[in-house]
């Protein structure tokens, strides 16, 4: 089984940062890419940003240069800062990955439970 356990979310006022911590757990052969969505209440979940296993990145235009996700893959570990948090940020943020678990196996989706973020005006 894999796991994906996140943490960090909150509460906070605009203009504020939050970190969002992810830790991938199980049986795990290779990790493909690890990254961040969000799904605001009423609309579809979204990708916000991704780390690929080649060390590059890609955000979502509206959280380029505020958001900066970084991972350590000794842990497994992807983490978001969120700075200059805006109202518009608030949802709950998922966390994802698609990962092999052995080497014969194929790339799979995994997500974790989610994590509330609130941004007050």
């Known amino acids: 089984q894999v796991q994906l356990v996140e943490s960090g979310g909150g509460l906070v006022q605009a203009g504020g940062s939050l970190r969002l911590s992810c830790a991938a757990s199980g049986t795990i052969f290779s990790i493909n890419v690890m990254g961040w969505y969000r799904q605001a209440p009423g609309k579809q979940r979204e990708w916000v940003a991704r780390?690929?296993?080649?060390?590059?990145?890609n955000y979502l235009d509206s959280v380029k240069g505020r958001f900066t996700i970084s991972r350590d893959n000794a842990k497994n570990t992807v983490y978001l800062q969120m700075n200059s948090l805006k109202p518009e940020d608030t949802a709950v943020y998922y966390c994802?990955?698609?990962?092999?678990?052995?080497?014969?196996?194929?790339?799979?989706?995994?997500w974790g439970q989610g994590t509330q973020v609130t941004v007050s005006s």
């Open positions: 994802n990955a698609l990962l092999q678990r052995t080497r014969s196996t194929l790339p799979d989706n995994y």
């Open positions: 780390f690929y296993s080649s060390g590059s990145t």
